[in-house]
Nanobody
Framework: VQLQASGGGSVQAGGSLTPSCAAS????????MGWFRQAPGKEREFVAA????????YYADSVKGRFTISRDNAKNTVYLQMDSLKPEDTAVYYC????????????????WGQGTLVTVSS
């Protein structure tokens, strides 16, 4: 599967953005989807994941209550609604697909999009 992320941008603290990630192929619904982020000089870290059938979601503690992951299997797209953004949320956001399971590690995901930059100013 090929992934294409978009929808990043620049916002002020407290604002909102909703990046999306479009997947190619006809097997999108068979993948667990995740979002990761990488800030300058830091390791890539897990943000959120959603199960194949939209039954379950999981979030990093740093974004819980502010971010919402969702997916539309008919459109082969996963979204990350980000509210109450903080300057520390500034990073390149990557979507990823796992054919096997629900995970929070980079190694749990086999396919990656190219990333979309989110910049939050104070």
């Amino acid at each position: 599967v090929q992934l294409q992320a978009s929808g990043g941008g620049s916002v002020q603290a407290g604002g909102s953005l909703t990046p999306s990630c479009a997947a190619s192929g006809r097997t999108f619904s068979t993948y667990v989807m995740g979002w990761f982020r990488q800030a300058p000089g830091k390791e890539r870290e897990f943000v959120a994941a959603i199960s194949r059938s939209v039954g379950s979601t999981y979030y990093a503690d740093s974004v819980k209550g502010r971010f919402t992951i969702s997916r539309d299997n008919a459109k082969n797209t996963v979204y990350l609604q980000m509210d109450s953004l903080k300057p520390e949320d500034t990073a390149v956001y990557y979507c990823a697909a796992s054919p096997t399971g629900y995970g929070t590690m980079r190694s749990d995901y086999e396919y990656w999009g190219q990333g979309t930059l989110v910049t939050v100013s104070s």
